[in-house]
């Protein structure tokens, strides 16, 4: 029996189901759809059970000054300054879908201007990308955090806990945990209190990273704005600058940060470039009826 396609209306909203180590996300191209309240849009698109279900949306658009222009809303409709692994596919969707037929694309973003390289397979589509993710910063008024100085292992009560964190800016702010286990923590519960620490204006994305061996870590994160996710490439960039700035990993080698939906490669340079190299795949296509 043939499937019958709906005529087209203004409510459909065509997108594209993207995941990058697990860190899943609904792109919406805004070259040949125009579209409004994307923030509402987030918050419907991306409830689990109910909806396409995601960690948010990235729309992706033309740009004056770059290839493509690429903005992040999180599931609770905040707009959000960079994704790691959502620009990761951005490269691997202006590829695949014939935008570009570049090898070295440029993305602007909120956090400013990315650089990709994109990995070609045999049948010429994306599979691995690699991001010049810019410079790591310690500054408190990069990251946002009320303090005079780098807030770097400083010892911080929570939720009537101690904790040692460092503050590091890659376009948001991240707060960078060690500790010995990383499984047990109960991140629903303790979660909101690191989003929320009063030391973080913009409130933060926290990283709790356990130290397997040597340049290599394990992490979880605690994403401000969409709760505990599967990855987070800004996330594992701070993790590594961090690592590098405490002398718990080498620069201009590669880092290996394992997440729950899998493993980045980091490259840290001596002056805070960072490098990230990790998956971008594309998981099915569809079309929003929206209300």
């Known amino acids: 029996m043939a499937l019958l396609r709906p005529q087209w209306r203004d409510n459909m909203i065509k997108f594209t189901k993207m995941q990058g ?3 899943d996300y609904i ?19 991306s409830k689990r059970h109910f909806c396409v279900g995601a960690d948010g949306i990235i729309t992706i658009d033309k740009s004056k000054s770059c290839d493509f222009k690429m903005r992040i809303f999180n599931a609770d409709g905040s707009e959000g300054n960079m994704c790691g692994n959502g620009v990761r596919c951005v490269g691997k969707y202006v590829y695949d879908n014939h935008l570009t ?25 994306v599979d691995m990308v690699s991001v010049d993710m810019g410079k790591a910063s310690f500054t408190p008024e990069s990251i946002p955090v009320y303090s005079k100085d780098p807030v ?22 991240h707060s960078v945990i060690y500790i010995n286990d990383i499984d047990s923590l109960d991140l629903v519960s303790m979660g ?17 990273v356990e130290k397997i061996g040597d340049n290599h870590f394990k992490m979880r994160v605690y994403e401000r704005g969409s709760a505990e996710t599967y990855a987070c490439g800004t996330g594992a ?31 840290v340079k001596p002056d805070f470039t960072v490098i990230m190299e ?13 209300d």
């Open 192 to 208: 909101p209190y690191f989003e929320n620490y009063k030391l973080f204006p913009e409130r933060v994305n926290t990283e709790f």
């Open 237 to 267: 960039c701070a993790v590594a600058s961090a690592s590098c700035k405490l002398g718990l990993a080498e620069f201009d080698k590669p880092i290996r940060v394992d997440l729950v939906g899998g493993t980045l490669y980091i490259t």
């Open 152 to 173: 770097i292992d400083r010892e911080v009560v929570i939720n009537n806990n101690k904790y040692n964190i460092t503050a590091v800016s890659m376009g948001n702010p």
């Open 278 to 290: 990790g998956p971008a795949k594309r998981v099915y296509e569809g079309v929003y009826y929206e």
């Open 27 to 45: 792109y919406i191209n805004l070259i040949d759809q125009n579209i409004k309240n994307l923030e509402r849009l987030a918050i419907e698109m």
């Open 101 to 125: 037929d570049k090898k070295q694309i440029t993305v602007e973003t909120k956090s400013g201007v990315k650089t990709l390289d994109l990995h070609i397979t045999d049948d010429n589509t």
């Open 21 to 23: 180590c697990g860190n």
